[in-house]
């Protein structure tokens, strides 16, 4: 549920720039936050990759705690502009260097 919760946050900021036209980078901070159940990882999958944001991004870059739930989004991802890290000045210099 706080995935929910905290994804309606999220995506009512990026609709301010889906609304304008306007592409962005994202860096999404979740260090921190460590979920209820393994399951959450899809739940996390499923709403950041969905056709809206990856559309009206140039690059995202997640920040996770280290841990079997990062591993698994880094072996599974496919999305040439998606990297998840556990090191914050390794996301935003692959960030800053992503071609726009």
């Known amino acids: 549920e706080d995935v929910y919760e905290w994804f309606n946050d999220f995506e009512q900021?990026?609709?301010q720039f889906?609304?304008?036209?306007?592409?962005?980078k994202l860096l999404v901070?979740?260090?921190?936050y460590t979920p209820n159940h393994f399951s959450?990882?899809?739940?996390?999958?499923?709403?950041?990759?969905?056709?809206?944001?990856?559309n009206h991004?140039?690059?995202i870059a997640f920040l996770l705690e280290?841990?079997?739930?990062?591993?698994?989004?880094q072996q599974s991802?496919?999305?040439?502009?998606?990297?998840?890290?556990?090191?914050?000045?390794?996301?935003l210099i692959w960030?800053?260097?992503y071609p726009i």
């Open 13 to 15: 900021v990026c609709q």
């Open 66 to 73: 280290e841990g079997e739930i990062l591993k698994y989004l």
């Open 40 to 54: 959450v990882q899809k739940v996390w999958k499923d709403k950041f990759f969905n056709e809206t944001i990856l």
């Open 29 to 32: 901070d979740r260090k921190g």
């Open 95 to 97: 960030l800053n260097e």
């Open 18 to 24: 889906i609304s304008e036209g306007r592409k962005y």
């Open 57 to 59: 991004s140039k690059a």
């Open 77 to 91: 991802n496919t999305k040439e502009s998606v990297e998840f890290f556990d090191d914050y000045e390794q996301a």
